[in-house]
């Protein structure tokens, strides 16, 4: 185990670079003594050693550090979004090729779909939460200790733990921004356009405030063991005072991201290759975008502290 001189974090003896802060160690001993460096490093340097985020935050920083974190585990965050895939995958293609070659009956093959969808719909839900977690697991392991501490499957099993949480929250995401919208489609129904333009405003902008406040939800509900709701109040509490930072490194991170967009769509434009690159700019950007938020809630418990750990 060697500390990193410069920020503190715990790293593995063979990197030559910080993933956390980009440090250079050339000419550095590996094996120097670790209890040494953090008696002598100040109690900044401590805490981080001792398993805290040493992340800026910033645009520029949380690009960086997302980067940074994007690639120093992006083997595990690739084989979890994987895991994302396989059951719509699989699914997809037994309703597309199989079940048309076993069921020539149209209204039958109907009928499997409507019993099958629930069915689907849960599997991919018990899939694609703990996977999802399992990359916030993996984000902390390597922004506290510069290493995985945690093997895929174990990341994916242990997020489980989360799974009726995280499923909550997000319900009752999607239950808050149903409500918002609402006035507009009533709007619409009674065929009041100027009216439903202005709630249109409106519900934007509420949205817009409402999803950087509780943009990073879910790594606090992850990183802190936190209740459902009491992770959107932490979100709120670690925004508050750095919305318009944290407005303008997503949007930002948006539009670098919509850039390398255009130029996929572009490639797949070549038979084979072009959806081969397709997929696989959607299984980097995806898993890019989740340690981008990880990045961003790392930098903001950097300026305002940590919460307890279960």
């Given at each position: 185990?060697?500390?990193?001189?410069?920020?503190?974090?715990?790293?593995?003896?063979?990197?030559?670079?910080?993933?956390?802060?980009?440090?250079?160690?050339?000419?550095?001993?590996?094996?120097?003594?670790?209890?040494?460096?953090?008696?002598?490093?100040?109690?900044?340097?401590?805490?981080?050693?001792?398993?805290?985020?040493?992340?800026?935050?910033?645009?520029?920083?949380?690009?960086?550090?997302?980067?940074?974190?994007?690639?120093?585990?992006?083997?595990?965050?690739?084989?979890?979004?994987?895991?994302?895939?396989?059951?719509?995958?699989?699914?997809?293609?037994?309703?597309?090729?199989?079940?048309?070659?076993?069921?020539?009956?149209?209204?039958?093959?109907?009928?499997?779909?409507?019993?099958?969808?629930?069915?689907?719909?849960?599997?991919?839900?018990?899939?694609?939460?703990?996977?999802?977690?399992?990359?916030?697991?993996?984000?902390?392991?390597?922004?506290?200790?510069?290493?995985?501490?945690?093997?895929?499957?174990?990341?994916?099993?242990?997020?489980?733990?989360?799974?009726?949480?995280?499923?909550?929250?997000?319900?009752?995401?999607?239950?808050?921004?149903?409500?918002?919208?609402?006035?507009?489609?009533?709007?619409?129904?009674?065929?009041?356009?100027?009216?439903?333009?202005l709630f249109g405003l409106g519900?934007?902008?509420?949205?817009?405030?409402?999803?950087?406040?509780?943009?990073?939800?879910?790594?606090?509900?992850?990183?802190?063991?936190?209740?459902?709701?009491?992770?959107?109040?932490?979100?709120?509490?670690?925004?508050?005072?750095?919305?318009?930072?944290?407005?303008?490194?997503?949007?930002?991170?948006?539009?670098?991201?919509?850039?390398?967009?255009?130029?996929?769509?572009?490639?797949g434009l070549i038979p084979i290759?072009?959806?081969?690159?397709?997929?696989?700019?959607?299984?980097?950007?995806?898993?890019?975008?989740?340690?981008?938020?990880?990045?961003?809630?790392?930098?903001?418990?950097?300026?305002?502290?940590?919460?307890?750990?279960?």
């Amino acid at each position: 185990m060697f500390i990193c001189p410069s920020c503190g974090a715990r790293l593995n003896e063979e990197l030559q670079t910080c993933p956390v802060c980009g440090a250079s160690f050339e000419g550095l001993d590996p094996y120097t003594q670790t209890e040494g460096l953090i008696d002598d490093a100040g109690p900044e340097v401590a805490r981080d050693a001792a398993g805290e985020y040493s992340i800026g935050l910033g645009v520029s920083e949380s690009i960086g550090a997302a980067f940074r974190l994007w690639t120093g585990a992006l083997g595990q965050l690739v084989l979890l979004a994987l895991i994302q895939m396989v059951l719509p995958l699989a699914f997809g293609i037994a309703m597309a090729v199989i079940l048309p070659a076993l069921v020539q009956d149209s209204g039958a093959v109907i009928g499997i779909l409507v019993i099958l969808g629930p069915v689907l719909l849960a599997g991919m839900i018990a899939v694609s939460i703990p996977a999802t977690i399992g990359m916030y697991l993996i984000l902390d392991d390597h922004a506290r200790h510069g290493g995985p501490r945690r093997s895929v499957n174990q990341a994916f099993v242990e997020g489980y733990q989360y799974l009726w949480r995280y499923l909550g929250v997000s319900l009752l995401l999607g239950l808050t921004f149903v409500l918002i919208t609402a006035p507009i489609w009533l709007a619409v129904a009674l065929e009041a356009g100027g009216v439903a333009f202005l709630f249109g405003l409106g519900a934007a902008v509420a949205i817009i405030w409402l999803a950087v406040r509780w943009s990073v939800l879910f790594p606090a509900l992850v990183a802190e063991d936190r209740p459902g709701i009491e992770s959107m109040g932490r979100s709120a509490e670690l925004v508050s005072g750095y919305w318009w930072l944290v407005f303008g490194a997503f949007v930002v991170f948006g539009l670098l991201v919509f850039g390398v967009a255009l130029v996929v769509s572009a490639l797949g434009l070549i038979p084979i290759v072009g959806q081969i690159i397709s997929i696989a700019f959607q299984l980097l950007a995806g898993t890019l975008a989740t340690a981008f938020t990880f990045a961003i809630y790392a930098g903001l418990v950097g300026q305002k502290g940590r919460g307890h750990y279960g």
